[in-house]
Every structure is written in C-alpha cells, then in structure tokens.
T-cell receptor
Framework: KAGVTQTPRYLIKTRGQQVTLSCSPI?????VSWYQQTPGQGLQFLFE???????NKGNFPGRFSGRQFSNSRSEMNVSTLELGDSALYLC????????????FGPGTRLTVT | QQPVQSPQAVILREGEDAVINCSSS?????VHWYRQKHGEAPVFLMI?????EQKGHEKISASFNEKKQQSSLYLTASQLSYSGTYFC?????????????FGTGTSLTVIP
C-alpha cells in the first residue's frame, strides 16, 4: 500500500511569510502527527490530529497550527515565519490507538531566509 | 521531558553487538524505537508496551523497565545496513493519544 506522502518536499520562504504543508496518511490511518526536526533540538512533537480533532499538542507557539480533513489528510500552517523555523517537518500516520507504530513521510525541508 | 539516550555515538565493526539506552524522567506507557538514515524519514523498529508486550523485528530486541523508566535496544551481529541514527520515543502515562517525546538520538556507524 502507498506510504505517507508530504508536499512540497522543499520550500524556501522569507521571514514574515506564512507557509502551508500537506500530509496524506496511509489509507485507513486516522491519526496524523507532525514533528519538527532540527540538528540542535532533534525531533520535537508539534501536534496530533485524530478524526479531524486536535488530540495532543506539543510546546510550540500559536504560530504553528494544523487541521485534518474528513479523508484524514492533514495540513500544517506556520504564520509569520522566523529564521528559527527552518527545519525538516515530518508527518507520521497511524491507526491512532495508543502504542501504535507510526509511519513517517519523507518530510518537507523548509528554509526561511 | 525529552528522554536521554546513551551513548550519543558508537562505531562498530560488522558482526559486533551494540546496546542503546533510553531514559525518561517521567512514567511511561510505551517506548518506541526508530532508525533514521541520513536524508530519510525515521523507520519504525520496535514498540514495547507497559505490561511487557513487544512488537518488532527478529534481529533487534529491546527491554523496557517500567520502574526505572528505561528502555534498551539490543542490536546483535550488526550489519552495514544497521548504520543510522536511532531514536527512542516515549508515550507518557495516561496519555490519550500519540504524543511522543523523542530521545536525543544515538548515531551508530557499522564499518566493514
């Protein structure tokens, strides 16, 4: 079956702009989680969506938001971009039961200049 | 709340064994292990659940000490393909969903 897909794969934005990233989970998976990966901070949890509702949230400012659609596809939005937002953004999907393995997408590499 | 992994980096020769440790300051429901190769997404290896249930690979095993809030990943007879960065991910107790805290990572390099 098809894996998790993310679009776009690469993005260059300017400080102050906003950006929307997209994630399509594996068919049948209802949970989508988003992570930010940087060399300094490692993999950090942003939020998780399950059945169109945000179920868990990490410690990121309100500039980071997301949503999930009825087909489980999810989008993540970052407003008023800062240089420090440059990172690899990964999404992962699962069936949504606690303890389920997550399947990661290839990520979107965001560069803020 | 980020779990701490040790060692930070390890270099092995093919066929050697390795142990990677993951320690959390909070009570855990489950521990997940992932491997990430350079430029690729993390790939699931193993889950250990509270109560002792395990799911994972044949050649990779792990332990989960709920009392000590620790987990260890055991890589036996390492192969070149084992190279990558290993992350543990922890689900804190009483969590209702997938809110993970990933560990600091362990870089493992297997040389011929």
């Amino acid at each position: 079956k098809a894996g998790v897909t993310q679009t776009p794969r690469y993005l260059i934005k300017t400080r102050g702009q906003q950006v929307t990233l997209s994630c399509s989970p594996i068919s049948g998976h209802r949970s989508v989680s988003w992570y930010q990966q940087t060399p300094g901070q490692g993999l950090q949890f942003l939020f998780e969506y399950f059945s169109e509702t945000q179920r868990n949230k990490g410690n990121f400012p309100g500039r980071f938001s997301g949503r999930q659609f009825s087909n489980s596809r999810s989008e993540m939005n970052v407003s008023t971009l800062e240089l420090g937002d440059s990172a690899l953004y990964l999404c992962a999907s699962s069936f949504g039961t606690v303890g389920d393995e997550q399947y990661f997408g290839p990520g979107t590499r965001l560069t803020v200049t | 709340q980020q779990p701490v992994q040790s060692p930070q980096a390890v270099i092995l020769r093919e066929g050697e064994d390795a142990v990677i440790n993951c320690s959390s300051s909070k009570a855990l429901y489950s521990v997940h292990w992932y491997r990430q190769k350079h430029g690729e997404a993390p790939v699931f290896l193993m889950i250990l659940l509270k109560g002792g249930e395990q799911k994972g690979h044949e050649k990779i095993s792990a332990s989960f000490n709920e009392k000590k809030q620790q987990s260890s990943l055991y890589l036996t007879a390492s192969q070149l393909s084992y190279s990558g960065t290993y992350f543990c991910g922890t689900d804190n107790l009483s969590n209702t969903g997938n809110q993970f805290y990933f560990g600091t990572g362990t870089s493992l390099t297997v040389i011929p």
